[in-house]
């Protein structure tokens, strides 16, 4: 137990001595995962420049030194090379859905905006209550917006084959191909009963244990992840 305690103490002396670099070398580390994993996503092409290892790692050093929104930004640039790299109308379909939601998150919530592309990734590790967990304790209510926006595009990267299989070879068949897939997305996306079940989940967990961390009381922040993560199992119980 006491060589814990020298363990805990050596590294809080270091990060306190070297909390600049620490924090530095932590968000290129995560940016550069989080690069990794979408270049990875089931039914992209391995290939690619925007795939490379070099390139993630030059945006993840972008990335540490702009605002943390571009990392979405960076990340729905990935995606929409990789769907190109298979159909080029697809591309142009998904660009202007990913790009229309990251502007209006981006504008509503600058700060928040990273906990968008986090979602998706922790819903594909089936670890996604972390993340409303973590914003309703640190980010405050209006993460939900972004949240909201991450069930959004998760929704979006589990019907891909619908943007990689979009390519059409004469101009005739474009507006029906077009429009079929549209109604495809839309009845996917909004009429999808699942996303906004996850939606008002994930809003409610965030509201939850914002709410009551406001509360002044002795381990207040345990007991709302506690209550926030029981609400949420609860809300899936019933749901399914």
Known sequence: MKTIYQIRGWICRFFMQYELI?????????YLFIF???????GFPSGGILNAFSVHMLL???????????????SIGIIIYN?????????LMAAVLLLVLYIM???????????????PLAMKWNLFMVIPLFAGLYMGVFSIIPIVGGVVLWGFMRILPAFLKFNVTAIDQLPKAASDTMAYIVDQLVKNENLIFMMIVCSGVVLVV???NKISMNYMRYISLIIGTLVGIICFIVGK
């Open 22 to 30: 620490a924090k530095v070398i932590l968000k290129f580390c995560s």
């Open 36 to 42: 990794r994993q979408i270049a990875g996503w089931e």
């Open 60 to 74: 993840a050093l972008l990335c540490v030194l702009l605002p943390a929104r571009f990392v979405v930004f960076f």
């Open 83 to 91: 769907i190109y790299q298979v159909s080029f109308w697809g591309s």
């Open 105 to 119: 998150i981006a504008r509503l919530c600058p700060d928040e905006a990273f906990l968008m592309i986090l979602l």
């Open 210 to 212: 914002y709410l009551l």
